[in-house]
């Protein structure tokens, strides 16, 4: 590593970004990354990682071509794409302040909306602005910062959702303890991220797709556990694994475990979800259900699903009064931000 590290000054090396252990050791090498296990907690991790995936530039960069582009914002737009997060988001939060860190192109808030016109007030943040642009031309709220710096009040939130984004921070630990205190008591966190332990990934090993140089963290369900478990306030309310695409494991399997090119990725993802929606499909549909929930049930599904519940120790009528100070801080941010 100090060799790449010494050859390459575009790279930095980190810490377990589970338990902050200093030592790991090599797994295996997919092209230029690099994946190493912790040696104290497991957790598997890539080590060193580019610059721009560490501080997020990568992503103002590049996310105009592949996030803006037809297939992938016709894949995340279409109706299935967000239904088994809207669900659970439902069951645990019918209300309130919503913050959609990574949000993208905006995609989950602007489902959110339309399938419960009024019910949330919702607010989308990402340092990737192409992607955002996207966002506010869809009517999405949207703060063009980082999570970490964000001004929002301690307190204020009632929801916090990060989709498929833990995976692709250097320090999540630092974003989930910001959740733990922006949340408001019994305010909830849901957390996804692509399982390590899947079937896909028994399957395919490193010729999966998703182990490629943007994912700079590959949990499990027991690595995701003890992540946060370092936060003794928020606590897990439910633990499960969704999402199942044999699409993905037929095309990685005949490949030759090179990285897939952001365009390729998209343009499969736009036509599985175009699967979803055909009637023709409609038999098949009802297996592959069955076989994803199965999958779910014994956490090899393509992602491990959290959530989590703030400690609440102020119920009752103040937690009506702090939400809508939570509220009114939030609006009058949004109308700053509007009006730069
Ligand atoms: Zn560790």
């Known amino acids: 590593m100090s060799q790449d590290l010494a050859s ?13 252990g200093s030592s790991s050791t ?21 080590d060193p990682i580019e610059k721009g995936w560490a501080d997020g530039s990568y992503y103002d960069q590049l996310s105009g071509p592949f996030y803006l582009s037809q297939a992938k914002l016709e894949g995340d737009y279409a109706t299935p794409r967000f239904a ?5 988001f439902r069951r645990f939060c019918t209300g ?10 905006g995609a989950f808030l602007y489902q959110l909306g339309a399938r419960f016109p009024g019910d949330y007030e919702t607010m989308g943040i990402d340092v990737a602005g192409p992607a955002l642009d996207h966002a506010a031309s869809r009517g999405i709220r949207v703060l063009r910062e980082s999570y970490l710096d964000t001004p929002i009040s301690d307190g204020s939130l009632s929801a916090v959702t990060f989709w498929a984004v833990m995976e692709h921070l250097e320090n999540p630990g630092h974003f989930l303890a910001k959740t733990a205190r922006l949340l408001k008591p019994n305010g909830v966190c849901f957390l996804l991220v692509p399982n390590y332990r899947s079937l896909a990934v028994r399957l395919l090993g490193q010729k999966y797709r998703y182990i490629f140089p943007q994912h700079v963290n590959y949990f499990s369900r027991s690595t995701l556990r003890r992540f946060v478990s370092g936060q003794s306030s928020l606590t897990p309310v439910l633990e ?12 990685d399997w005949r ?50 699903v959290m959530v989590l519940r703030k400690s609440g120790e102020a119920i009752g009528s103040r937690l009506s009064r702090d939400d809508s100070v939570g509220r009114e801080v939030i609006a009058k941010q949004m109308l700053a931000q509007a009006e730069e």
């Open 8 to 20: 390459n000054p575009s790279l930095v090396s980190r810490p377990c970004p589970v338990c902050g």
């Open 26 to 46: 090599e797994r295996f090498k997919k092209q230029t990354l690099r994946i190493v296990g912790c040696d104290a907690c497991s957790m598997v991790f890539a």
């Open 84 to 88: 088994r997060e809207l669900r659970l």
């Open 96 to 105: 309130g302040t919503v913050l959609d860190v990574g949000c993208s192109t």
């Open 240 to 251: 499960t694994s969704m999402h199942f695409n044999p699409l993905v494991i037929a095309q």
């Open 255 to 304: 490949g030759r475990g090179e990285f897939v090119a952001d365009r390729d990725r998209a343009e499969l993802l736009k036509r599985t979800t175009a699967y979803k929606q055909s009637k023709a499909m409609m038999p098949l549909k009802a297996v592959l259900a069955g076989v994803e929930a199965l999958l779910g049930s014994i956490q090899l599904a393509d992602n491990c």
